[in-house]
């Protein structure tokens, strides 16, 4: 390693280390009494297993981040050297620090592309590794108040506030300028409708290769006809004063804003506009986005048709592999579940929140020093090579399929299909059952089938081997409850007992009960095939059908999957 690197390795992992021991006095410095926090950690973890199970098996999947849009985890992660970014830009010059990166040109091109005037869509290639960075999961890049940005007001003032969310640049900053040199990070990876880096310094780390004036195809399709958004500056619409938060420089702009603030805490700022599609209002002050020239346009059937194809970008990081440019380190992985300062006053992930009223202070304190620990962790070497994602994997592909196919059987109740969930229940509990041992013996075998061996752990990955453990506890104990009904005692074939309709029924619910508990994401699907100019599309913010932004707050738990495409507009 060069000399270089080992000194900015080493002092990066001096400062994780000493921002450490300040965390970890700050938390003994709180006058807590956990005697009156409940539940215990152990059934902290009991209650939220389900909930770390599938934020280990979401990470960088588009799919269930979606599903469970208020991220609770942290992971540190690199990117390899000679990967593809984008940035999209409304002048030629190269964009201050701190500023977003686009993992797919569909995604930097919507943003800007769309909104008339000049318009760059930059290439930049990696160098070297760009990392260590901080991965956050669940729609962390939505600037909502319903709980999504949470996590990241947990890193910067250890407590959430929905004040200014929607000042997505100096949360940026702050996250670069506060965090990043704390725990030793060079930027953080966050999810809306796609995946974007914040990265803290464009001085290292990445070339421009490519800086390409797109400009002529708005033209092409007409759609540079102002009207409906505010007009650039350079139009004749553009008559009125500007403000002084509206200069043609986003910096200059984002600090007269402010200014503005400053000055006057509750300014009486002007109603804000229907924002142009893919264009985030949180990124730009009152009435003014940064570096585009003044505002938007009208949609037009180019601009809609050019969210289509940032939604069909996205898909393809629904499942399977995910975001493969990134690199996660899984034993790094850090959940705000499983604390026992932390209350969940529903079962439904999308109503998880980091606030006061559901987090401890202290547990907001400690979350700060576990991710300053983790990348520690990281620089030093410290990590196992685990592939938590994959494990979850294994449960998930065992037993994603056949617990509906079970239970559709037993609704269905003829002699031909109990014979059909024999065979699917024998077949599941083959690889560990033994009729000779007891029934604690084989629910431990078969809670176990995919983490034998795996101890040692670190607290960090304690906690996900122990969330692995109690998913699959609960599905052995069921359908081990199960066979005593629909096997002989023995295991002998030679006598198959009648199941009674209202025992099939009791079976049925239990299966119903454990899916709803274990609320994976491939049961959340639409209701037909699509096509292939067709997504299955569930709204992901910014992006609705017809490309206009989603609202902030909107319960997700009311929103179905459909079969979507541009020509259904």
Not at 192 to 213: H, P, Q, R
Not at 381 to 387: A, L, Q, R
Request: with cysteine; aromatic share 10%.
């Amino acid at each position: 390693m060069p000399r270089g690197a080992r000194t900015l390795r080493i002092s990066r992992m001096l400062q994780s280390v000493s921002t450490c021991i300040f965390l970890f006095a700050a938390i003994h410095a709180q006058q807590v009494s956990f005697a009156d926090i409940s539940p215990s950690e152990d059934d902290a973890l009991q209650r939220d297993a389900p909930y770390i199970f599938n934020s280990v098996n979401s990470l960088l999947r588009q799919w269930g981040n979606t599903l469970a849009p208020n991220g609770f985890s942290f992971t540190v992660a690199t990117i390899p050297a000679g990967t593809t970014l984008y940035h999209g830009r409304k002048d030629a010059n190269d964009p201050p620090s701190p500023e977003w990166f686009a993992f797919d040109a569909e995604m930097s091109y919507a943003i800007m592309g769309g909104r008339g005037g000049t318009t760059f869509l930059r290439t930049y290639r990696t160098t070297r590794a760009l990392g260590p960075l901080l991965y956050l999961d669940g729609l962390s890049a939505a600037l909502t108040t319903s709980g999504t940005l949470d996590g990241q007001n947990i890193l910067i003032d250890g407590y959430v506030d929905d004040r200014g969310s929607f000042n997505d640049y100096t949360r940026a900053q702050r996250l670069c300028a506060e965090v990043a040199p704390l725990i030793g990070v060079e930027g953080f990876v966050r999810m809306n409708a796609g995946f974007e880096l914040i990265w803290c310094d464009w001085s290292t780390g990445v070339e421009l290769v490519l800086n390409n004036n797109v400009t002529h195809w708005a033209p092409i399709f007409n759609a540079s006809q102002p009207g409906g958004f505010p007009p650039p500056p350079d139009s004749p619409e553009w008559n009125r004063t500007r403000r002084p938060w509206e200069t043609d420089n986003g910096v200059d702009g984002l600090f007269a804003a402010h200014q503005a603030v400053l000055d006057d805490p509750e300014p009486e700022f002007p109603p804000p506009p229907d924002f142009p599609p893919g264009h985030p209002p949180g990124r730009r002050p009152p009435g003014r986005p940064p570096h585009d020239g003044g505002g938007g346009w009208r949609r037009s059937p180019f601009v809609e048709y050019l969210n289509w194809e940032w939604l069909r970008s996205a898909t393809a990081v629904y499942d399977g592999a995910g975001e493969m440019r990134l690199q996660l380190i899984p034993s790094s992985f850090v959940s705000a579940y499983g604390r026992t300062g932390l209350n969940l006053s529903s079962s439904d992930p999308t109503q998880h929140r980091l606030t006061n009223a559901s987090l401890a202070q202290v547990e907001a304190l400690r979350i700060q020093s576990d991710v300053a620990t983790a990348v520690a962790d990281v620089l030093v070497g410290h990590i196992s090579d685990t592939d938590w994602r994959g494990v979850t994997d294994q449960v998930v592909n065992r037993y994603g399929r056949r617990l509906p196919e079970l239970h559709a059987l037993l609704r269905n109740g003829t002699e031909d299909a109990v014979q059909q969930a024999r065979f699917s229940l024998a077949s599941l509990l083959m690889p560990f059952f033994q009729p000779t041992q007891s029934r604690a013996t084989n629910v431990d075998t078969c809670s176990r089938a995919f983490v034998y061996g795996l101890d040692s752990l670190s607290h960090r990955e304690n906690k996900i081997l122990q969330a692995v453990l109690l998913v699959q506890r609960d599905i052995c104990d069921v359908l081990l409850t199960m066979r005593d009904d629909f096997f002989s005692a023995t295991g002998s074939e030679s006598h198959l007992p009648q199941v009674p309709a209202d025992t099939l029924e009791l079976h049925a619910e239990n299966l119903l009960q454990l899916m709803s508990r274990l609320r994976w994401h491939m049961w959340v699907q639409c209701d037909e095939h699509c096509s292939y100019a067709e997504v299955c599309y569930i709204e992901i913010w910014p992006l609705r059908l017809g490309g206009r932004p989603g609202p902030p707050g909107r319960d997700r738990s009311e929103v179905k999957p459909i079969c979507a495409g541009y020509v259904d507009k």
